[in-house]
Nanobody, 126 residues
Framework: QVQLVEPGGGLVQAEGSLRLSCSAS????????MGWFRQAPGKEREFVAM????????IYADFVKGRFTISRDIAKKTVYLQMNSLKPEDTAVYYC???????????????????WGQGTQVTVSS
């Protein structure tokens, strides 16, 4: 299992920006895709964004398109989530995840990811 560590959460005002990071560690790292999910209190965990590791192709949930950008640094084995124009409804615990074994061309479902970070709290105040 790959270990994922994700610092970068915090408190930010509405319309502000924040960047999350997720670094992979362990003996080896190999992933078809990396993704970001989030879970608000009383809500189900939901897909936010994903990126194919090799080619860099991305896909986003509708509610973050135009505001969030996912990227990766291959040498650092790190994936980022740049969040701009934040809204109070973006408040949630954010999780990074790795899809090590191929499941589909565009993995956006929870069960398609087999390694998860510890989660980081993002709070957006009005």
């Amino acid at each position: 299992q790959v270990q994922l560590v994700e610092p970068g959460g915090g408190l930010v005002q509405a319309e502000g920006s924040l960047r999350l990071s997720c670094s992979a560690s362990g003996r080896t790292f190999s992933s078809y895709a990396m993704g970001w999910f989030r879970q608000a209190p009383g809500k189900e965990r939901e897909f936010v964004a994903m990126i194919r590791w090799s080619c860099g192709s991305t896909i986003y949930a509708d509610f973050v398109k135009g505001r969030f950008t996912i990227s990766r640094d291959i040498a650092k084995k790190t994936v980022y989530l740049q969040m701009n124009s934040l809204k109070p409804e973006d408040t949630a615990v954010y999780y990074c995840a790795a899809n090590r074994a191929y499941s589909s061309a565009w993995p956006v479902r929870l069960h398609e990811y087999d390694s998860w970070g510890q989660g980081t709290q993002v709070t957006v105040s009005s």
